[in-house]
């Protein structure tokens, strides 16, 4: 197993197990104090979070690097633990969860840099009474609600200043900071809200002109805050750049780095991209005078690429692109004033079909992009502003000849300026999988937690790229003793089923799993390019927008110690029909002692087919009945289904049935339900015709329902030699008058000694008032 494909784990057991461990549920990770470290040390820190000191097992590092010394429970929710961070430790952001004997936690991340760590010490919330600190630390602190933190330090004239702040970035909450700088004489000389390299965070570079102590002060824009609103920053002479440029290159190519916006003077710095293709390769700027806190995300590539060459702003004066775009081009340049535009050259051949997708927001640029595609002469073809919703562009084109085109790029308000660079690049069709795990709960990263001698299960949600057919999905780099369970995921479907289970000796620990895909015909056994990506959110904004999140690249399974229940679905052979209705049982099996109610849901519905989400099994009670109802366009076919059990074990503990299959059909029989009408009071034969369309054993029942108040008829028989069927209305004096659209037959089919109950058939019903007597009438009476 290599290591891009296993967990990194570093396992430190407690000295003490718990003879008989109460049973618990997942832990939840609210804290990490501090969160972050200098490169080089040693750091204990302290986890805070529901349940996290119930028989605490180990840290998952979901990046590698960090070690760690040692693991010791504090209380039922707190976890001090000791890191070694090497000299060689990757930089930035590292995810990490803490695992129990119960569960997993939820991801938080872990922040690696180069300056001496410190900590913000209160009072400093007055300007007068700033708390000292040196140029090369990063302080630790919190924001308040109306809290304004104050640093002073000393500087010589010429030196550097150089302030970053991770705030959002870390994590914890919707903490938008400001920094201002102030000289001696109390003049702000330098200040900054939001810096699109570092989403809403800040970072703020100055000369100092004169000697001297400096006084910088951190706030929220709003002044909000509260215990939780953390951050990190970083005051030192460090480089930080804008943006560079490039902002990508080829696979193995040694560039030179222009870093553009940097407060001292231009300057660059070469290095050698990775030999492989990355889609964020994260690249920290550093020289004599330090390291930037946080990177830059470059692009790298397997394809040709070119740069802009000024002056290109109309399509005449395109830059072009000599390479073949067979394999793929990228472009990338500068929209570097107001009102520019940039385009670009390249040859297609007929019917080729190319990929253009633009970065910009995604590498930190402030651009907002829009691209068009013209013809040789000037025609426009095709364009794009934004993309799922995003401010990138993206558009597919199929060349209508063999040819040159040109593709443009310019700011969609017509801004521009030395930071706003920009890569796009146009790729053939890739023949991929892209694959995600649902989530069960909004908002929460769906894991893998399978109690030994139990199972849990997942949707998983594909996007094919250029690939069609039955696709089988295969897991591996599983926990020991675990096992995965799927079905081919139809070629005319995009979410496919997955059960894990556990052994009962299996080994409590964890993996991270890799996915492979493969189509089911004949012969196609070539394995197909999976990516899987799943988004843990950090920080959401207005209307649940996504600010700040972390992307897993394989999914989380662990394995947890036994539940104190499990559940199973009754064994059924008779299919779901269109319009049907069918009830599934539910049985639980309770350890001793165990008596808590178990929410029960289906894992997924098929097309057509609706379920309870809310039903339970009673406390102390084994089972319930779950029913499932579909409507006419309810997919035919086997469904592999499993139900979900949810309770409440010191904490939600999730466990799963066993798959079984659920067979939808076509209704048996096909019926012409009439209009008719009748008086208060009187009688009519409802006539029903019938068309038989799948042959049934036996003798089936049917009962015509919707009926007003007032009207009653019979049950009829019906069999597979049925043509018509009549049922005898009888009409009350009181019966409820008017038009009744919402007549249907049921019909109750018994297969396997199993009800098979499906409607058909929509009709009328009107029940009219008796005339009133003539006058003529009266006079005679």
């Known amino acids: 197993m290599t290591i891009s494909k296993k967990l990194l784990i570093t396992a430190i057991f407690l000295g003490v197990f718990l003879t008989n461990p109460l049973q618990a549920a997942s832990p939840r990770l609210g804290k990490i104090s501090p969160q972050g470290a200098q490169r080089g040390t040693e750091k204990k820190i302290t986890l805070s979070g529901q349940r996290l000191g119930q028989n605490p097992q180990e840290i998952l590092w979901h990046d590698p690097g960090i070690e760690v010394r040692s693991l010791e429970r504090i209380d039922d929710n707190q976890v001090a633990a000791t890191l070694l961070v090497p000299e060689n430790c990757p930089l930035g952001i590292h995810g990490m969860r803490l695992r129990t004997a119960s569960g997993v ?73 400001v920094i201002t700088l102030y000289d001696q004489d109390g003049t702000e000389v330098a200040r900054c809200d939001d810096l699109s390299l570092l989403r809403q965070d800040a970072s703020i570079g100055f000369v100092a002109q004169k000697e001297g102590r400096y006084l910088l002060e951190l706030r929220e824009v709003a002044y909000r805050g509260d215990n939780n609103s953390g951050y990190r920053l970083h005051v030192g002479s460090f480089p930080r750049p804008r943006a560079v440029y490039p902002p990508g290159g080829r696979v193995g190519e040694k560039i030179t780095f222009e870093w553009i916006g940097d407060v001292a003077r231009p300057a660059t710095e070469e290095i050698t ?9 994260a690249y920290f700027p550093s020289c004599d005078q330090g390291t930037s806190p946080s990177p830059h995300f470059l692009r790298v590539v397997d394809m040709p690429v070119t740069r802009e060459t000024e002056p290109n702003p109309s399509v005449a004066k395109a830059t072009s692109a000599e390479d073949s775009t067979d394999a793929g081009i990228a472009f990338c340049g500068i929209i570097s004033q107001p009102g520019d535009r940039d385009n670009f050259r390249f040859t297609m051949k007929k019917d080729q079909v190319l990929h253009f997708r633009l970065h910009a927001r995604s590498i930190g640029s402030p651009l907002d992009p829009v691209i068009r595609l013209f013809n040789a002469d000037g025609k426009r073809l095709a364009g794009n502003d934004d993309d799922a919703g995003k401010p990138d562009s993206y558009l597919r084109f199929q060349a209508p000849a063999e040819g040159q085109f040109v593709v443009q790029v310019e700011d969609h308000l017509q801004r521009g300026g030395p930071s706003f660079t920009y890569w796009l690049e146009a790729r053939p069709d890739e023949s991929r999988v892209e694959m995600e795990l649902e989530e069960q709960r909004r908002y929460e990263a769906q894991l893998f937690e399978v109690p030994r001698g139990g199972r849990n299960g997942a949707m998983m949600k594909a996007t094919r790229r250029a690939i069609g057919g039955e696709l089988e999905i295969d897991w591996s780099d599983l926990p020991a003793g675990i096992s995965a369970e799927t079905f081919p995921l139809a070629k005319n479907y995009n979410r496919i089923p997955v059960l894990l289970s556990a052994g009962r000796d299996a080994p409590l620990g964890q993996s991270l799993a890799s996915l492979s895909a493969r189509r089911t015909e004949e012969g196609a056994n070539t394995p197909l390019a999976v990516r899987f990506t799943q988004r843990t959110w950090l920080i959401r904004g207005k209307n649940n927008q996504d600010v700040w999140s972390y992307k897993g690249l394989h999914p989380v399974v662990v394995v947890t110690e036994a539940a104190p229940f499990s559940i199973h679905l009754e064994e059924f052979k008779a299919p779901l029909v269109q319009r049907g209705t069918k009830h599934l049982k539910v049985i639980a099996t309770r350890n001793e002692g165990f008596d808590e109610a178990i929410l029960v849901q289906m894992l997924y519905n098929p097309p057509g087919v609706s379920s309870n989400r809310s039903l339970r099994i009673k406390k102390g009670e084994t089972e319930v009945t779950l029913p499932l109802t579909s409507n006419d366009k309810a997919s035919v076919g086997e469904w592999p289904i499993l139900v979900r059990g949810e309770a409440n074990v010191r904490g939600r503990l999730v466990t799963a049935t066993p798959f079984a299959i659920l067979r939808i059909v076509s209704p048996f029989v096909g019926m012409g339900v009439p209009k008719a009408k009748v008086e208060q009071g009187g009688s009519v034969d409802f006539m029903v015709s019938v068309e038989q369309k799948v042959p049934f054993e036996g003798e089936a029942k049917v009962e015509l329902l919707g009926l ?10 019906l069999t597979t030699e049925t043509k018509e069927l009549t049922f005898p209305l009888k009409v009350a004096t009181d019966a409820r008058p008017g038009q009744h659209r919402g007549l249907f037959c049921r019909v109750t089919v018994q297969e396997e000694g199993e009800p098979v109950v499906h409607s058909v058939g929509w009709g009328e019903l009107r029940v009219d008032q008796p005339l009133p007597p003539s006058p003529t009438t009266q006079v005679a009476r």
């Open 273 to 281: 991209l990775p030999p492989e293709p990355k889609t964020r390769f």
């Open 105 to 177: 936690s939820n991801l938080m991340t872990f922040h690696v840099g180069t300056l001496r760590e410190i900590e913000e010490v209160e009072p400093n919330s007055l300007a007068n009474n700033p708390q000292p600190i040196e140029l090369g630390v990063v302080v630790n602190g919190i924001v308040t609600n109306e809290d304004v933190d104050y640093f002073a330090f000393d500087a010589k004239e010429g030196t550097t200043i150089r302030v970053e702040v991770e705030a959002i970035r870390l994590g914890r909450a919707f903490l938008d900071p």
């Open 708 to 717: 007003p108040s007032g009207v009653t008829t019979s049950v009829m028989p």
